[in-house]
């Protein structure tokens, strides 16, 4: 099978620009949540985000390009040049990888309703010549894929995917695929989330998955798998990785930063409510299938990203899930999550997370659960809190899953750790949780 | 000189550089003005400079320098 590998990260969060800062914000177990400024979000019941306050994007771009674009695109196309600029990659060119071997794959929940919210309200006080011509293709999740397009003179395939807060789990999963189906050598995938706007920020009040128990003190807010969770707390921000072929890698030299080794999808849709199954046995098979395709076992696994979303009825689902899959393991596998620290970012939710991974492989390093101080009654996992952990490892599980049942798990590895193996079509076998897969199975 | 002032100032609000533009640039070409741009520019002058626009005669004007001329002839002063 045909290794995919990570050379490039780009990120802009709250934590501020770059993943280095993003890492020593989730090394320090502080949040940087606060009360929102962006607009007057006094009347909502959660008052409270992750604000990616170091971008300001007319220090990145043209007047031109602002004008015709959402917030959401700006942290896009930055964060993408970011990646593409550290994993030192040429597109077209005499030296360059060819502009059609090249591809993007963008997760995004909400699309620009900032640019749309300041346009629609034109539109019914003023009329329809008050309304900005890019108000079609500011606003439509798509509109960061193209720009990236646009911009890095990249041709080959190109999608979006809009799969709530696992839309960018979805979107890495997709490069890869098209990575090992050879449709592509190199692949810029993550997502991009810009949620601070009033009918934005009501959706996800609507959506009922953000805490309102917050407000008096935002730091506090994000409590995963803490007795006192009470919801999400979401940010703005951007994350792309540069997923690449390892023998495109290494043809051009590139330093490979870790392999992307598994990864499995599935769906576990419930009703009422649009919610996810209770038990979360859905969840655990793509968690199991994920490690499966990295050819790894339980032993194997040194971490666990979990999402983490601290809505109590999917902490305690992901808890169920991550003990049915990590079956003996889940008592001494640590797990932790390191939106706490910053916001659950959404559609960049899981790029972040394995940009993370890379670092805790690469570190030997544990993050803690930032405010997680009494984990809820039933919740024995080992959670690492309060302070990081030192833990050599060469796999993490990350765990990725939105509104409606969407499931998605990535193992993320040290490069040369794992032999991707042929995924199995789903019920066609039992897996056998305990065991290691090396050797060939 | 003022309806060319006008216009100068209209394409500057739009995020152009005034100072990278003459009568001579071409709209599509010297600056990448594509169909929806194009209709944000006549939009803004109708709006700034009070005048009536029609669309298919301004798609056919090429350089700045049309676009002042053709703006000063639909002013209704």
Redesign the interface.
Known sequence: MTRVVITGIGAITPAGMGEESLWHRVLSGRSAVRTIDRFDAGSYRCQVAGQADAFTASDWL???F???TDRFTHLAVIAADQAKSDADLEIGGAGGTQPDRVGVMVGNVLGGWGFAERELRDLWAKGI?EV???QA?AWFPAAPQGNICIRLGIKGRARTFVCDRASGAYAIIHAAETIERGLADVVIAGGTEQPLSPYAWLCCQTGAFLTPAGNADPQAAYRPFDRAHGGTVIGEGSVFLVLESEAHARARGAEILGQLSGWAQNTDGYMPYYTSEPHGNTMSVAMKRSMQRAGIGVHDLGSVIADGSAVPREDAAEVLALKAALGDGARRIPVTTAKAAYGHLMGSAAPADVAIALRMIRHGIVPPVANLDHPAPGFDLDFVRAAPREAEQAHVLVVARGLGGVNACLVVSRHGSAENAEPEPPGSSHWNGGTSAHGGT | MEVREAVLSTFGN???EPEEINDDTRIREDLAVDS??L??IA?AL??TLGVVIDDGKFAQLETFGEVVAYIASARPD
């Open positions: 043209p007047g031109r602002i004008k015709r010549r900005s011509p890019y293709t | 739009l995020e152009f929806t741009e209709a944000e939009i109708e709006k």
